[in-house]
């Protein structure tokens, strides 16, 4: 994975625009591990009650509220930890969550990490699944992503995003749960699954 790392500007603008941009980009971490980002959703800060960070800045969701293209890791229900590009301009405190990635790297040690699995769909699909695929925790919050210095990167490898993204609302949240911030690659099996009381409240 030679190619140099998403710029700056890429996040450099509303979460809404960039989510379904970064589908079929490739997140890579430094020991190769690599996977092709296939589900996303957008938060909009002080706009969005899902976001972390609606109520403003805390020591925990600080790095959302730095320069854009930077990581933003946290602890999900005392579980696993998930991963979020950081977007917009600072102070606004706008990201991206990375809901599912297909490995497509280093598919050997994506396993190991994942406790060897049976079916690979099952690697990444899920924001804790793709931090535990890629061994992405807590110590590669505020990692800058437009380096190769922190370990972590997104690049372009010249798969598009498609040319129409599925657009749903957005999963495991309690509030605005009316919005279609969810994109993800049409018919990747790759893709989080959800769950049937999701169904039947939407």
Known sequence: ???????????QRDPR???????????????????????????CG??????HTYRGKTQRNATMFGPAGHLYVYFSYGIHWCANTVCGEPGEGVGVLLRAIEPVQRMDA???????????????SGPGRLAQALGITGEL????????????WLID???PPPATPAATP????????EHPWRWHVPGSTHVSKVRAAYRRST
Do not use: H
């Not at 002080?46 to 976001?51: E, F, I, R």
């Not at 994506?110 to 990444?124: C, F, S, T, V, Y």
């Not at 919050?141 to 972590?152: C, E, I, Y």
């Open 1 to 11: 994975m030679t190619r140099s790392p998403l710029p700056r500007e890429f996040y």
């Open 17 to 43: 625009e960039v989510a379904p941009e970064l589908l079929n980009k490739l997140i890579v971490v430094s020991d190769g591990r690599a996977g092709r980002i296939v589900e996303v959703e957008a938060y």
């Open 46 to 51: 002080a706009n969005d009650p899902a976001a």
């Open 110 to 124: 994506i396993r190991q990490a994942r406790g060897n699995l049976r079916r690979d769909r099952e690697l990444g």
């Open 141 to 152: 919050n505020g990692a800058d992503l437009v380096t190769r210095d922190s370990g972590v």
């Open 157 to 159: 490898d010249g798969m």
């Open 170 to 177: 957005r999963i495991g949240i309690s509030k605005a749960v």
